[in-house]
């Protein structure tokens, strides 16, 4: 699926993992399901630190999709489709900092996003035929 300087690249990335990550997948009999098992594989082989697990079949997830967790804990991110081009940023982004890699936060956001309570839920969509990414 990747090719071979984005797996150099992606391998150089995971050695920063602190935690060990389990990618949760959820497919089915889809192109799309056969090309993200594909993605998980090369993510799998860049780092002993990542292993992939097979979700739930009876859970009602979207097919195809994966969630990023630590090992042992439910997925904190997930993703339904295959993020390449611009959005491979970020599942490598949600790959580094589920993985215990500190993002990049100011002192004052950082204070802003630990004065929020209560329990909270994001979800964030994005279109892989949207024409507002360069």
């Known amino acids: 699926m990747l ?3 984005i797996k150099a690249q992606l391998t150089a990335y ?3 993992l602190t935690k060990p990550l389990e990618l949760t997948a959820w497919l089915d009999d889809s192109d799309g399901s056969r090309d993200t ?3 998980l594989a090369d993510i799998a082989a860049a780092s002993p630190k990542v292993t992939i697990v097979t979700g739930d079949p009876a859970a009602d997830e979207r097919r195809p999709s994966f969630g990023v967790a630590v090992a042992g ?6 993703f339904a489709g295959l993020p390449l081009g611009h959005e491979f940023t970020s599942l ?11 993002p990049r936060v100011s002192d004052e956001a950082l204070a802003q996003i630990t004065a929020l309570e209560g329990p909270l839920h994001f979800e964030t969509y994005f279109s892989q035929s949207c024409q507002n990414c360069p």
């Open 3 to 5: 090719d071979d300087a």
């Open 14 to 16: 995971l050695e920063r």
């Open 37 to 39: 098992a594909a993605l």
């Open 73 to 78: 804990e439910a997925p904190r991110v997930r």
């Open 92 to 102: 490598v982004l949600a790959l580094l900092h589920v993985g215990g890699h500190p």
